[in-house]
C-alpha cells in the first residue's frame, strides 16, 4: 500500500501544513484516506485505476462501521465532506467489478 498524496487534488495540506494522508493499492483496486478532522477536499478519482466506476465508503476509526456513499466514474476530480461528528475518519474508493 504505497503512500500517495496526489490522491487529494490539494495533496492534503491546509496553511503548509500535512494534515490528511492518502494511499493506494498497486494495481488501483482502491485508495483511501484519512482526516483527523472535518474536511472538505477533492478526490482525483483516476486513481483508482482498476475499473471505469468506483464504490465509495466513509469508516468510523473508532468502531470500524463502513457507511456506504455512493458509486462514481473514475475519471476528474469529485468533492467530497467528512460526515457530521464524527472525530476523524477513513474514506475508501473501490474499483466495481
Request: aromatic share 12%; proline share 5%; charged share 25%.
Amino acid at each position: 500500500m504505497p503512500p500517495d498524496q496526489t490522491i487529494l487534488a490539494n495533496g492534503g495540506q491546509i496553511d503548509g501544513r500535512l494534515l490528511n494522508l492518502a494511499a493506494r493499492h498497486c494495481d488501483g483496486k482502491w485508495v483511501i484516506t484519512y482526516f483527523a478532522y472535518k474536511a472538505s477536499f477533492k478526490v482525483d478519482m483516476g486513481k483508482v485505476t482498476a475499473g471505469n466506476k468506483a464504490e465509495a465508503f466513509w469508516i468510523d476509526p473508532r468502531n470500524g462501521e463502513s457507511t456506504p456513499t455512493g458509486s462514481f466514474t473514475t475519471k476528474g476530480i469529485k468533492s467530497f465532506s467528512t460526515p457530521d461528528g464524527w472525530e476523524d475518519s477513513l474514506f475508501l474508493l473501490k474499483a466495481k467489478d
